[in-house]
């Protein structure tokens, strides 16, 4: 298990027992870490002299994706069919959930609503549930910084994406 991730024992007498990590042979998506680095670039070609906030308080939603680029071509010895080849990426996540005022990550991110260029710059680190680790220089962008019905929980999301190739370290030996 990830260090930081060990289980805790609940305090009421509904959650006896330890937090569960899995359910079956599926490990539960609550250990992912989301940290976003709330100096902007200050460090960015060190990870860990960056000032870093946990995204988690009001998060319920880590989606990633690799926003690739592809060339499609068809070829007569294809018989109709084409292929398709990825020659780029854009990786991304996309982060979303509910706007907890006072939190650290949150508040920097909403702060940088109206922002453009180099501002909307900063480190970015997702440890997933087995431990395995990207990371790198993103770029906030399409910020929610509040918003909903009326009665509802005030909405929060943005997307991170990548500036190039993010650094990428696999889960230590003993989760493999």
Do not use: C
Not at 9 to 35: D, M, R
Not at 89 to 105: I, L, M, N, P, S
Not at 108 to 135: C, P, W
């Amino acid at each position: 298990m990830p260090e930081g991730n060990t289980p805790t024992t609940g305090t009421s007498p509904l959650t006896q027992g330890a937090t569960p990590t899995h359910i079956g042979k599926f490990l539960l998506n609550w250990q992912n870490k989301i940290e976003i680095a709330t100096d902007g670039l200050a460090h960015a070609d060190s990870i860990e002299q960056a000032t870093w906030a946990r995204l988690a308080a009001g998060i319920n939603n880590l989606t990633p994706a690799g926003n690739d680029t592809t060339v499609n071509d068809e070829y007569y010895d294809g018989e109709g069919f084409g292929t398709s080849d990825v020659t780029s990426k854009r990786y991304q996540f996309t982060v979303a959930g509910h706007r907890v005022y006072g939190d650290k990550a949150q508040d920097y991110i909403a702060s940088k609503m109206l922002e453009i260029g180099d501002n909307l710059k900063t480190l970015m680190r997702v440890t997933f549930a087995d431990g395995s680790q990207v990371y790198g220089v993103v770029t906030l962008t399409n910020i929610v910084p509040a918003g909903g019905q009326p009665g509802a929980k005030q909405t929060f999301s943005f997307v991170a994406v990548f500036n190039g190739k993010p650094k990428f370290a696999p889960a230590p030996a003993s989760h493999s």
